[in-house]
């Protein structure tokens, strides 16, 4: 079968999980496809071709058990992010080591994926979990995460069609090979701006490798400066080769069966001059919130990723509230119907009196679903 999208990991994906060969059409081979395919490669026995402008994918047992990858440019998280939606169906729960950064600008962060990504994975009946066994900014790559997935017959379906109001707000915070006077300072602003939000709110540092003893608190390289400076204009000093020093921090907001979240990452290639610590995290506070009133029951920006998971499912009804969909999801979706022969119907979401006063987005829908089936092979009875 012919595919053509630019949604390329997500057709290869639902390929594996169908077991569907196909031919992706003008595709452009980038070195993060390259390492993607071998990743692949790795965790599955799929013969995967590659010529000018296509890749040809013909699907493989999935094995599972004691697995390793490393890659020297992309991100863990980017890995594990498409393996998700893969997890349920290996032959025995899986044991992934992957090595390389951990956390990159630009890049969704390991935090994310285990904090946000999992518990949805989880509300369809898969447990999964990552270690961060040692952390590491990007361009660094000597990081490495476990991550951990038990297997399942199918994916259960989901009812999830009201939004919830806010029970806990989660903050992970990590820095490393910089001052401890940066975690003080944005820790202060989170509780103070998330408290305003929710009662119950939960911090967590990590404040990885100290800088040089020798360096002043303040300024744990001769660039930074110190604390509520402004940034310098001119030309910006280059980073050093495999710095594994940066900062970030994630900030998740739960109710029982919701989920939304922000996020940014500061890494070794990025530079520390532009924006403040605490400009940074009032951005990521601003779009928490933004995300919470644009959402539906999850945060939207998971929404191709729910795309995945909703024709996985056994044959009975899903319902979830959404936003609007946008032009990534549409496209997963109709990869989702191509290869996965998926059916759904939208309908547009009824605002109660409460969502009129909080603000809640009108652009809300719910999509509704009967799951297409798809079960493990190695654990069918009968």
């Keep these: 079968m012919e595919v053509v999208t630019a949604e390329v990991e997500s057709a290869i994906v639902m390929s594996l999980i169908g077991k569907r060969t196909i031919k992706l059409a003008n595709v452009d081979i980038t070195s993060k496809l390259t390492e993607f395919i071998r990743f692949i490669k790795a965790i599955s026995h799929s013969q995967i071709s590659v ?62 994926v285990k904090s946000v990504y999992c518990k949805i994975l989880a509300d369809f009946g898969v447990v ?41 707000i989660i903050n992970i915070n990590y820095i490393n090979k910089l001052s401890a006077d940066i975690i003080i300072r944005i820790t202060n602003l989170h509780r103070d701006t998330l408290k305003k939000i929710t009662s119950s709110v939960k911090v967590y540092n990590d404040l990885g490798q100290k800088a040089k003893a020798a360096q002043p608190k303040e300024a ?28 970030g921090s994630v900030v998740i907001g739960n109710s ?17 001059l532009d924006q403040t610590p605490e400009s940074r995290s009032a951005a990521m506070l601003d779009e928490l919130i933004r995300s919470i009133r644009r959402s539906g029951a999850y945060d939207y920006k998971t929404q191709p990723f729910l795309f995945m998971l909703l024709p996985l499912t056994t044959p009975d009804a899903s319902c979830l509230l959404i936003r609007r969909i946008d032009k990534r999801g549409k496209e997963v979706l109709r990869l989702a119907e191509d290869l996965l ?19 809640v987005s009108t652009e809300l829908l719910l999509i509704k679903s009967f799951g297409v089936g798809y079960e493990n092979v190695h654990r069918c009875k009968g």
């Design 51 to 112: 010529s000018e402008r296509a890749v040809e994918v013909v699907p493989g047992s999935l094995s599972g058990g004691k697995l390793a990858f490393s890659s020297e440019t992309q991100p863990s998280s980017y890995f594990i992010y498409h393996l998700l939606p893969i997890a349920a169906y290996f032959k025995t729960p899986i044991r992934l080591t992957v090595r390389g950064s951990t956390n990159r600008t630009g890049h969704m962060s390991i935090d994310l």
């Design 128 to 168: 999964s979990d990552i270690k961060i066994v040692r952390r590491a900014l990007f361009p660094c790559t000597d990081g490495e995460v476990l991550f951990l997935s038990e297997v399942g017959e199918s994916l259960s379906p989901v009812r999830n069609d009201k939004r919830e109001a806010l029970s806990r």
């Design 220 to 247: 744990t390289r001769p660039e930074q400066p110190p604390a509520k400076t402004e940034p310098k204009t001119g030309p910006k000093p280059e980073n050093p080769p495999q710095s594994n020093y940066g900062y």
């Design 256 to 272: 029982k069966n919701s989920v939304y979240y922000a996020e940014y990452i500061v890494d070794g290639t990025a530079s520390l």
């Design 341 to 359: 022969k998926y059916k759904y119907t939208l309908e547009k979401h009824q605002r109660t009196e409460e969502d009129v006063n909080t603000g």
